[in-house]
């Protein structure tokens, strides 16, 4: 065993070792590691070293998430490492289950059903699992609320209740009982005890439990729930997915004519009339070559499965906290901040959230300064927050409240409401007018943009599909008419 050999087993053994121990580090630095490895094995043509590099990046995930048996102290990189080893673990099966269709001669037809039925059942687990976790945020969030409400002991209250529901919500109402029972807050017992809650409600819970308006908080966190879990449900005049079938079957029937129909138009035109094929038939074979023969499209549909795969991963184990630091988060908000219609959509939905807080904050009888820092604890856009920072300095070193939230742009409509020249002590009657009339702005541009994008696309559909079938069908329209023409001269 070369030096190099002992220095791969050595790097194994310790990261298996650190991704039990450390498992955040591990799963981090993990890439490096394998980039270092490849490159010393590349440079000193020790061949056999690569060999270690998929033992190391799998045995990393098997350290980590074997790290994270307890569900209840999970982190994104246990849930990663989970996800990933289940990805991998299932593109070996497809590579296999391909393979088989391969040897026994099956041609591409069927390879590319079965990946269409992957990509459909994949993306069905992925609406069960959104509807799931909305309606799971609901049995555990209405019980709190039911329990605060009624003056109940809540960790009592929620052992009682536990039993009355299915494993999942059982489980969370039982670890937060766990965490209140060793003296930890109500929103840090969610957060341990519920790791997949999601971030605005505990955004929310938090920022609520910091004003002292917990019952009210979850009044609007039951509601606000509730709507998210419906929207799923409701009848659609056009289902998501339609467009992605219909591309898919056009897409599958375009590659089977190009490969076994085209042709033979082709070569009758050719000794007929010595000309190419029209003019439409040759641009849709130069979009579909790389397509035709079979392979191509496989490789298309692998992706797109892929791409699904990576979408649940990411909906799965994406978790914003307002507490921590994520670059990625921070510059997605910052570019839909910038984008012309987005930004719309991410300030109307921002300032509903923290006008809310705020009007719940000042009928608690709490200072402007606090309730801004409440809304603070928000999960609202990066961008948005940073001027409800800018207004909160402001507030705080003694200049005009009004002054200060137009001068930061929050809004002139809500300094407008802290104006207290002519507002004097109706601020939170108008800040609930506000938050009523954004929040209805919000649900109609919402509304307006799906009723326009969708006839849109649909046309666009139609185009594509009409599109495929003029070319398909021109060689047929040549072929006879050069044959009426010599029938009939």
């Excluded at 270092?36 to 043509?45: F, K, N, S």
């Excluded at 309606?135 to 002991?153: E, K, M």
């Amino acid at each position: 065993m070369t030096e190099i050999s002992v220095l791969g087993s050595l790097i194994v053994a310790v990261y298996l070792v650190l991704g039990y121990k450390k498992p955040a580090l591990a799963f981090t630095t993990v890439p490096a590691a394998l980039f270092l490895l490849g490159y010393i094995a590349v440079a000193t043509g020790a061949s056999e070293v690569l060999l270690v590099l998929p033992v190391l990046f799998i045995g990393t995930l098997i350290a980590v998430a074997a790290s994270g048996r307890d569900r209840q102290a999970r982190e994104w990189f246990h849930w990663a490492a989970w996800w990933l080893l289940i990805s991998i673990g299932a593109m070996l099966l497809l590579g296999a289950i391909l393979t088989g269709f391969s040897m026994v001669g099956a041609g591409y037809v069927l390879p590319v059903i079965f990946i269409l039925g992957c990509v459909i059942i994949f993306a069905s687990l992925i609406n069960y699992g959104v509807v799931s976790r909305w309606t799971t945020a609901i049995n555990v969030f209405s019980t709190i609320g039911a329990s605060i409400r009624q003056n109940l002991p809540l960790a009592m209250a929620l052992e009682c209740a536990a039993p009355s529901f299915e494993d999942v919500p059982a489980s969370i109402l039982r670890g937060i009982k766990t965490w209140l029972l060793k003296g930890c807050s109500l929103t840090e017992a969610v957060r341990r005890g519920y790791p997949q809650c999601p971030s605005t409600v505990l955004a929310m819970l938090s920022a609520g439990e910091a004003v002292g308006q917990l019952p009210a908080v979850l009044t609007a966190i039951e509601t606000d729930l509730r709507s998210r879990a419906v929207e799923p449900r409701r009848l659609r005049p056009v289902h998501p997915f339609y467009p992605v079938v219909v591309v898919g079957i056009v897409l599958l029937l375009a590659t089977g004519l190009l490969t076994f129909v085209v042709p033979q138009f082709q070569a009758v035109l050719q000794e007929m009339v010595g000309g190419p094929l029209p003019r439409a038939t040759r641009i849709l074979g130069h979009i579909a070559e790389p397509l035709i023969g079979g392979q191509g499209l496989i490789w298309l549909l692998g992706l797109i499965l892929l791409a699904v795969v990576a979408y649940s991963i990411i909906r799965t184990i994406r978790i914003r906290r307002t507490d921590r630091f994520y670059v990625l988060v921070r510059l997605w908000d910052a570019l839909k901040w910038q984008l012309p219609v987005v930004h719309r959509f991410e300030r109307d939905r921002s300032l509903v959230q923290a006008l809310e807080l705020l009007r719940i904050s000042l009928n608690a009888g709490r200072p402007v300064n606090e309730a801004i820092r409440g809304a603070l604890e928000l999960d609202v856009n990066a961008s948005f927050r940073g001027r409800l920072q800018c207004w909160l300095a402001h507030v705080e070193e003694g200049q005009d409240i009004a002054e200060s939230a137009r001068r930061c742009g929050i809004g002139t409509a809500v300094a407008w409401a802290f104006d207290t020249r002519v507002n004097a002590g109706n601020t939170p009657a108008i800040l609930e007018i506000l938050e009523s009339h954004h929040r209805a702005s919000y649900l109609y541009r919402l509304n307006l943009t799906r009723y326009i994008l969708w006839p849109v696309g649909m046309l666009l559909l139609g185009v594509m599909v009409g599109f495929v079938a003029f070319a398909f069908f021109s060689p047929v329209v040549a072929v006879i008419t050069e044959i009426a023409s010599q029938v009939y001269p």
